[in-house]
């Protein structure tokens, strides 16, 4: 899976490696889906609202070698009335609904999700990774 910080994560990472003024560490992350690529600022192409989405909440274990992967499977769904469509990225935010995009990538394999569907991520399936 490829993977590229958003604005904000990148910023966010450079204050606290630089000892910048830190942004508040969020308590809670959470996992979107998205049609196409989410883009620098992670908004683009997020699966809609009244087709059975929404984010989940993710977690990750520690980072080791400059990678750290989800430690919980979240799942979405099942999909309904037009289901979510091709799902070909992800991306990481701090809130479960509008909030700040901390990482995105593209997956490694779309997966297309019709009404009925679900998507779930197996633990260590996300791995997160700075270049």
């Known amino acids: 899976m490829a993977q590229n910080l958003a604005d904000w994560g990148e ?20 996992l979107a889906l998205h049609t196409a690529a989410p883009g620098e600022s992670g908004a683009a192409n997020e699966v809609g609202a009244g087709v059975g989405y929404s984010r989940q909440a993710v977690t990750f274990g520690a980072a080791s ?14 999909a309904s009335g037009a289901g979510f469509g091709t799902v070909t990225h992800i991306s990481i935010w701090d809130a479960s609904s509008g909030g700040n995009c ?7 394999a779309s997966k297309a999700v019709a009404a009925g569907d679900a998507l779930a991520f197996a633990i260590g399936e996300i791995d997160l990774a700075l270049d």
């Open 11 to 30: 910023n966010a990472a450079l204050d606290w490696l630089m000892g910048g003024a830190s942004p508040t560490r969020p308590s809670a992350r959470y």
């Open 65 to 78: 070698g400059g990678a750290a992967s989800n430690s919980n499977a979240p799942s979405f769904g099942p």
């Open 102 to 108: 901390l990482w995105q990538g593209a997956m490694t």
